[in-house]
């Protein structure tokens, strides 16, 4: 059992049926929205994930998904990093003033593997989709910013 002293609310994910027959694959949305906090539990550093943000869980291909499924205990690690791969950005408090704060994909993999730690995910797993996020930023070129689905409009 762990603690979320770095995820402002633990994670719940509700499957969107219309949604996901309309893109072709499995989507849910983050109940509630959290904050996961940067480095420690009092950072001035932070992303946010809006209720409502529509996830894949953890992208990993469908052949593996006996070792490694899309819903699992690293979830709430894998919509963070998904969050962070749509917006390429943190908040940072400075002054008394919210910035949002560019972050390459290697820091974006760093917060990703962080949080992992501070969830306790089973180390072979988290070596694992460490593995997989790293060759996949080796072989892919970075593009923009993928589209953002919300339910709140």
């Known amino acids: 059992m762990s603690t979320f002293t770095r995820f402002s609310a ?3 994910l509700v499957y969107q049926r219309s949604l996901s027959h309309v893109v072709g694959k499995a989507l849910y949305a983050a109940l509630p929205g959290y904050r996961y906090y940067i480095g420690s539990e009092d950072s001035n550093r932070w992303v946010d994930v809006e209720t409502g943000f529509i996830t894949d869980g953890a992208t990993i291909p469908r052949i593996f998904w006996w070792l490694l499924p899309p819903i699992e205990e690293y979830t709430q690690c894998t919509t963070l990093h998904d969050k962070l791969c749509t917006t390429y950005y943190i908040i940072e408090m400075r002054d008394g003033v ?17 949080s992992m730690d501070v969830l306790e995910v089973t180390p072979w797993k988290k070596k694992f989709i460490m593995f997989g996020v790293n060759l996949n930023r080796l072989i892919k070129k ?3 910013p993928k589209p953002v689905y919300s339910l709140a409009a």
């Open 10 to 12: 633990e994670e719940q």
């Open 98 to 114: 919210e910035y949002q704060v560019p972050v390459t994909r290697a820091e974006i993999d760093e917060i990703l593997k962080e």
């Open 142 to 144: 970075p593009t923009k």
